[in-house]
């Protein structure tokens, strides 16, 4: 069996194995795909002490930085069930697609999460060629251009605040009637003077001229008529669905199906601990998840060294 056992390869999975394995103990990764959200990112701006970087440029970074300790790494491997210690201080099993059953004293959880996507035309092809999901990353890269926001929950109306001050103009798009966002961000948004909202729309298309976006279509649900907007990008923000859906019973997952966790990467399950994207964490950023990833590692040691083998 192993010490800590890390479920997910993502940057929190890598950090958590480097932390655990420069501990000299007995450290596994499976994943299903080394690198995570990453390898689908084009330039990366804001990964601290480095000025620009690509997705699979730091994918492969992080697998580079993992192999160079022992780590048993496990590739291509899906969980699908968390199993408890049966005492306290026992082994926890990960059950494989496929059967095996992974044994280890603790487990590091970073499964990560996945954008909702709104499956229309022209969404995939553009993805990183003006479709893009996360502002904190991409806004930057808009400045001075108009975008769209498609979703006006809190997380949408965010986006639209903030993109506000660096882009030429934002149209926010919501399919529901009114904007779901608070109250108070709202107000904030109206108070903008290059925003345009439009409410009861649904997103049809996403246009561009086969390098990149030029537009997008949306269907205005009161009158059915078809309408155009030309922009340069499109800010999808219709949720975030944490990759837990295996966990469920398991241990405590907020109403967002997040893996709840402590200050330290504790989970509601003794010895089992959790980073990243997958959990109740602020804000998902790899700067971020790589310091929460580590954080649990150092969890997971000192839960080791304190709890005596049953
Ligand atoms: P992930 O990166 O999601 O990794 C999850 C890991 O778990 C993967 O290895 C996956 O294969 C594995 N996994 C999932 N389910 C299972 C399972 N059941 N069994 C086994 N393995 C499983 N952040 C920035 O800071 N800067 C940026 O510029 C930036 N740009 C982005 C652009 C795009 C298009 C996207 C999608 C995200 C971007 N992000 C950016 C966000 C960033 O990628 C994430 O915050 C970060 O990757 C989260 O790391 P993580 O390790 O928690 O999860």
Redesign the pocket.
């Known amino acids: 069996p192993f010490e800590v056992l890390v479920?997910?390869?993502?940057?929190?999975?890598a950090a958590a194995a480097i932390y655990a394995a420069r501990k000299g103990i007995r450290t596994g990764l499976?994943?299903?795909?080394?690198?995570?959200?990453?390898l689908?990112?084009m330039?990366?701006?804001?990964?601290i002490s480095v000025l620009h970087t690509e997705?699979p440029k730091l994918g492969a970074a992080l697998e580079q930085h993992v192999k160079a300790y022992d780590v048993d790494i496990m590739k291509a491997?899906?969980?699908?069930a968390l199993i408890p210690a049966t005492e306290p201080g026992g082994l926890i099993g990960v059950q494989m697609a496929g059967g095996a059953v992974l044994q280890a004293r603790s487990v590091i959880l970073?499964?990560?999460?996945?954008?909702r996507t709104m499956n229309v035309p022209g969404e995939d092809e553009y993805?990183?060629k003006g479709v893009?999901?996360?502002p904190?990353?991409?806004g930057p890269f808009f400045k001075g251009k108009r975008v769209a926001v498609v979703g006006g929950g809190n997380s949408g109306v965010e986006a639209a605040i903030d993109l506000a001050g660096i882009v030429a103009h934002v149209t926010l798009i919501e399919f529901d009637s009114q904007l779901r966002a608070d109250a108070v961000l709202q107000s904030k948004l109206r108070s903008l003077p290059n925003v345009e909202i439009v409410t009861s729309a649904q997103t049809t298309e996403v246009l561009g001229n086969g390098e990149k976006v030029t537009g997008l279509t949306y269907k205005d649900r009161v009158s059915g008529d078809l309408r155009s907007v030309a922009l340069e990008g499109v800010f999808v923000q219709i949720g975030l669905v944490p990759?837990t859906e295996?966990l469920k019973g398991a241990l405590a997952l907020s109403p967002r199906g997040e893996i709840e966790i402590d200050m330290k990467g504790q989970t509601s399950v003794p010895g089992v601990f959790a980073?990243?994207?997958?959990t109740t964490t602020p804000y998902?950023?790899?700067?971020?998840?790589m310091g929460e990833?580590s954080k649990a590692a150092l969890s997971a040691f000192d839960y080791l060294i304190r709890t005596p083998v049953p």
């Open positions: 479920v997910g390869g993502g940057p929190a999975g499976a994943a299903e795909r080394l690198g995570g959200q990453v689908d990112t330039g990366i701006e804001n990964f997705g491997q899906r969980a699908e970073s499964t990560g999460a996945r954008w993805r990183n893009a999901f996360c904190h990353c991409d990759n295996w980073a990243g994207d997958a998902k950023q790899i700067i971020i998840a990833g």
